[in-house]
């Protein structure tokens, strides 16, 4: 999984590195807009994902490349992607501060989620959103590509991925 996510960042950052936002504030204002879309597209969406296609055009996402969706043409990047069987929902942006995005991303699934929110077994894990329709974990990955620090905010569905 490590290597998806892995290779999943290294191309949205290449794809992404030209149509960067100028615009790359450690505010939280900034952040908060893409911890917000990653809250609406994949949590939100879960855990069949069906709606994930919809909601990214409402949000203002286009459709580009391998299925990938694209933010008004900035550094923000979502996907559905099939993984052994199970749909995953990836939001990656780029961030000059990662720490603070994790902690706000923790911080809005405990505030909405509440305690369908749990601690998760496994330590790569930032926690597993509980449904009616089994656990999902959540996990974030950083990493450095493009010249720039990268996000990859990740919750791991349990079911096949929409048609």
Same mark, same amino acid.
């Given at each position: 999984?490590?290597?998806?996510?892995?290779? *999943? @960042?290294?191309?949205? *950052?290449?794809w992404a590195s030209a149509a960067a936002a100028a615009d790359?504030?450690? +505010? /939280?204002?900034?952040? $908060?807009k893409r911890v917000n879309l990653f809250m609406n597209l994949c949590p939100a969406t879960a855990p069949s994902f !069906?709606?994930?296609?919809? %909601? *990214?055009?409402?949000? $203002?996402?286009?459709?580009?490349?391998d299925g990938l969706q694209v933010y008004k043409a900035t550094e923000i990047v979502a996907s559905i992607k099939s993984w052994n069987g199970r749909? =995953?929902?990836?939001?990656?942006? !780029?961030?000059? =501060? /990662?720490?603070?995005?994790?902690?706000?991303?923790?911080?809005?699934? @405990?505030?909405?989620? $509440?305690?369908?929110?749990?601690?998760d =077994? =496994? /330590?790569k894990s930032l926690g597993e959103l509980r449904?009616?329709?089994?656990? @999902? +974990? %959540?996990?974030i990955v950083t990493t450095r590509r493009a010249g720039g620090q990268w996000i990859g905010a990740v919750v791991h569905g349990n079911q096949k991925c929409p048609a």
């Open positions: 999984m490590q290597r998806m996510l892995a290779l *999943a @960042l290294t191309g949205m *950052a290449l790359s504030s450690k +505010s /939280p204002a900034w952040i $908060g !069906g709606r994930f296609n919809a %909601v *990214a055009r409402q949000s $203002g996402f286009k459709a580009g490349s749909c =995953d929902c990836l939001v990656s942006f !780029g961030t000059n =501060d /990662p720490k603070l995005a994790a902690n706000m991303i923790l911080k809005r699934l @405990l505030t909405k989620y $509440g305690s369908s929110f749990q601690a =077994d =496994d /330590p449904t009616s329709n089994g656990n @999902l +974990s %959540v996990q």
